[in-house]
């Protein structure tokens, strides 16, 4: 019944995982490092998120920079203002996300394509101005520092995922299996489903008696509730929260990973996080101007792979 | 009961008036055809009906039940079906994914993150008969934009059969389709009709299938209803005549 490329998928999502469980082995041996690995993870859990959106439901958003950054700073003030702890602080930022989301998400989901993007950048750059004013809260352009990640406490075990680069890994590993976990488990639902037909068709979905501007605001809120998450990963990673994190240029670059990689594809915007992560690093070594190679790295991708990196096949389903 | 009671339903677009104080009246299991020359206002009147957009003034009434401003996907949740001019479909979905996700709507299901394993088999049996009814089990896998256009056709009837309507809007089901389509088409109306008294009102331009399947048909011209009545009534009907003939002559 089910055509056997799905078996070679599920072959490939077993070699995605053992990539990234080992990952901390083999990084250094290709000159790699911990947190470079650990900024693969955070980018691409946020391209996902976008992707949720964009592949999966068919709706293009400018501005999860904003819900990523909300996440930073949420998690950041937590662990500075509230509490320290790890966990409690991990879920105010996923909160922060998710919440802005709903409530931003109620304005534009009416809007479609260019007019939802433009209306989504609009509302992000709102996010960035505040937390670049408010020097009190945020420290302003210097953005929000004097917090740090604390020891996980397990039962009895702690963990210092503080000052162990690899123990940190494996708990953002952890994060960000669960939330790409129930990614999966919502796209393979009759949800997941009525996204697609969003996506394929918004009239024939209305047509079958779906609630589209509904479907569309549940999958933003859910979108922005794992850019939530990402972000407060990012503040966790950098013990540190940039108000470059809320500015459109990262939502930009969120979007480029999802294209580059392969929008269609589940895993297409990690790899595009991790191509785009990994030349950052090693091209802002070599020279400021970085950008530019990246640049045209996207241009030769879109020419010759429309489909993103992960889809090296003919294009299909077109008559 | 009626199924379908329009009461006076005119839509104004500016200063065109696409619709003027159309009223009509379907009975249940009944079979109607609308038919009218181009730009008479048919595909509006379907919009009405369905939802698209509500009427500048005027009622409809669906099973007693006053429908005139409710959202398309209520009407849909009520009974109310239709397929498209144009086919609408999923087009990077299998025959059988879009037939899925029709009868997940109908059955409610639309919201949930998962669905337990009898639910799950239970509903494949759905879509499967389904598709034994429209004949499309052979092409279950295939993407439907991937189809022949006879073929998308049948599945955009499919997806629409699958909410379980109790009334079939069919806007032009043969439009763009050779012969051997058309027939393959027509067919399947007829059956949904004799066989499961399934009340359907089409758009059609094809005055063979129009005889061939109609109970009652319905003579729109620039926007008003200009005759109504069985077949041979309207074949023989000098307005309808002038109204078509004299354009095509």
């Given at each position: 019944m089910?055509?056997?490329?799905?078996?070679?998928?599920?072959?490939?999502g077993?070699g995605?995982?053992?990539?990234?469980v080992?990952?901390?082995?083999w990084?250094p041996?290709?000159?790699?490092?911990?947190?470079?690995g650990?900024?693969?993870?955070?980018?691409?859990?946020?391209?996902?998120?976008?992707?949720?959106?964009?592949?999966f439901?068919g709706?293009?958003?400018f501005?999860?920079?904003?819900?990523?950054g909300?996440?930073a700073?949420?998690?950041?003030?937590?662990?500075?203002?509230?509490?320290p702890?790890?966990?409690a602080?991990?879920?105010?930022?996923?909160?922060?996300?998710g919440?802005?989301?709903?409530?931003?998400?109620?304005?534009?989901v009416?809007?479609r394509?260019?007019?939802?993007?433009?209306?989504?950048?609009?509302?992000?750059?709102?996010?960035y101005?505040?937390?670049?004013?408010?020097?009190?809260?945020?420290?302003g352009?210097?953005?929000?520092?004097?917090f740090a990640?604390?020891?996980?406490?397990?039962?009895?075990l702690?963990?210092?995922?503080?000052?162990?680069?690899t123990?940190?890994y494996?708990?953002?590993?952890?994060?960000?299996?669960?939330a790409?976990?129930?990614?999966?488990?919502?796209l393979?639902?009759?949800?997941?489903?009525?996204?697609?037909?969003i996506?394929?068709?918004?009239?024939r979905?209305?047509?079958?008696?779906?609630?589209v501007?509904?479907?569309?605001?549940?999958?933003?809120?859910?979108?922005?509730?794992?850019?939530g998450?990402?972000?407060?990963?990012?503040a966790?990673?950098?013990?540190?929260?940039?108000p470059?994190?809320?500015?459109y240029?990262?939502s930009g670059?969120l979007?480029i990973?999802?294209?580059m990689?392969?929008?269609?594809?589940?895993?297409?915007?990690?790899l595009g996080?991790?191509v785009?992560?990994?030349?950052q690093?090693?091209?802002?070594?070599?020279t400021?101007?970085?950008?530019?190679?990246?640049?045209?790295?996207?241009?030769?991708?879109v020419?010759?792979f429309p489909?993103?990196?992960?889809?090296?096949?003919?294009?299909?389903?077109?008559? | 009961?009626?199924?379908?009671?329009?009461?006076?339903?005119?839509?104004?677009f500016?200063?065109?008036?696409?619709?003027?104080?159309v009223?009509l009246?379907?009975?249940?299991?009944?079979?109607?055809?609308?038919?009218?020359p181009?730009?008479?206002g048919?595909t509006?009147?379907?919009n009405?009906?369905?939802?698209f957009f509500?009427?500048?003034t005027?009622t409809?009434?669906f099973?007693g039940r006053?429908?005139?401003?409710?959202p398309?996907?209520?009407?849909?949740?009520?009974g109310?079906?239709?397929?498209?001019?144009?086919?609408e479909?999923?087009p990077e979905?299998?025959?059988?994914e879009n037939?899925?996700?029709?009868?997940e709507?109908a059955?409610?299901?639309?919201?949930?993150?998962?669905?337990?394993?009898?639910?799950?088999?239970?509903l494949?049996?759905?879509?499967s008969a389904?598709?034994?009814l429209?004949?499309?089990?052979?092409?279950?896998?295939r993407?439907?934009?991937?189809?022949a256009?006879g073929?998308?056709?049948v599945?955009?009837?499919?997806?629409?059969?699958a909410?379980?309507?109790r009334l079939?809007?069919l806007?032009e089901?043969t439009?763009?389709?050779?012969?051997?389509?058309?027939?393959e088409?027509?067919?399947?109306v007829?059956?949904?009709?004799r066989?499961?008294?399934?009340?359907i009102?089409?758009i059609?331009h094809d005055?063979?299938?129009?005889f061939h399947?109609?109970d009652?048909?319905?003579v729109?011209d620039?926007?008003?209803?200009?005759?109504?009545g069985?077949?041979?009534?309207?074949?023989?009907n000098?307005?309808?005549?002038?109204?078509y003939?004299?354009?095509?002559?």
């Open positions: 089910k055509p056997p490329r799905l078996l070679g998928r599920r072959t490939a077993l995605i995982w053992a990539v990234l080992l990952a901390p082995f990084m041996l290709v000159g790699g490092y911990t947190a470079l650990t900024r693969v993870l955070v980018l691409g859990l946020a391209a996902m998120s976008v992707n949720f959106l964009l592949g439901t709706v293009l958003s501005g999860h920079a904003s819900y990523f909300l996440g700073y949420a998690t950041g003030l937590t662990l500075k203002l509230l509490t702890s790890t966990p602080s991990l879920l105010m930022g996923t909160l922060a996300g919440l802005a989301g709903a409530i931003l998400g109620a304005l534009i009416r809007r394509g260019v007019y939802f993007a433009m209306v989504t950048i609009a509302f992000g750059q709102v996010f101005y505040i937390a670049f004013r408010w020097n009190n809260l945020t420290g352009d210097d953005g929000l520092r004097g990640r604390q020891p996980l406490h397990l039962g009895g702690t963990v210092d995922i503080l000052h162990d680069a123990a940190f494996y708990f953002v590993l952890v994060c960000f299996a669960l790409v976990g129930l990614m999966a488990l919502l393979r639902s009759p949800f997941g489903r009525t996204m697609l037909a996506r394929e068709n918004e009239r979905a209305r047509f079958l008696g779906i609630p501007e509904r479907h569309i605001w549940i999958a933003f809120t859910l979108s922005c509730v794992f850019a998450l990402a972000g407060a990963l990012y966790l990673l950098n013990n540190f929260a940039d470059k994190t809320l500015h240029s990262l670059d979007v990973m999802a294209v990689g392969g929008m269609r594809r589940f895993w297409g915007p990690l996080a991790a785009f992560v990994v030349l690093d090693f091209l802002s070594s070599v400021t101007n970085w950008m530019s190679f990246v640049g045209a790295l996207i241009v030769l991708v020419l010759f489909r993103g990196l992960l889809d090296l096949g003919p294009v299909r389903g077109k008559a | 009961m009626n199924v379908l009671e329009v009461q006076g339903v005119s839509k104004r500016g200063s065109l008036v696409a619709v003027r104080d009223s009246t379907v009975g249940q299991g009944e079979l109607r055809a609308v038919i009218g181009n730009g008479a048919k509006t009147f379907f009405l009906i369905s939802g509500p009427p500048t005027g409809i009434v099973e006053d429908v005139t401003r409710m398309a996907h209520r009407r849909v949740a009520l109310m079906a239709r397929t498209f001019q144009i086919t479909i999923f979905l299998t025959v059988f037939v899925r996700i029709a009868t709507v059955a409610g299901y639309r919201l949930r993150p998962w669905l337990t394993p009898v639910e799950n088999a239970e494949r049996r759905r879509v389904m598709l034994a429209t004949g499309l089990q052979e092409k279950a896998d993407l439907v934009g991937e189809l256009h073929d998308q056709r599945t955009e009837i499919a997806t629409a059969l909410t379980e309507p079939l809007l806007d089901p439009a763009g389709l050779g012969d051997q389509e058309t027939y088409v027509t067919q399947l007829r059956q949904l009709h066989d499961r008294a399934l009340t009102v089409l059609e005055m063979r299938v129009v399947l109609a009652r048909i319905s729109l620039q926007g008003t209803l200009l005759a109504e069985r077949p041979h009534e309207i074949a023989a000098r307005d309808v005549q002038s109204a003939l004299g354009k095509a002559a």
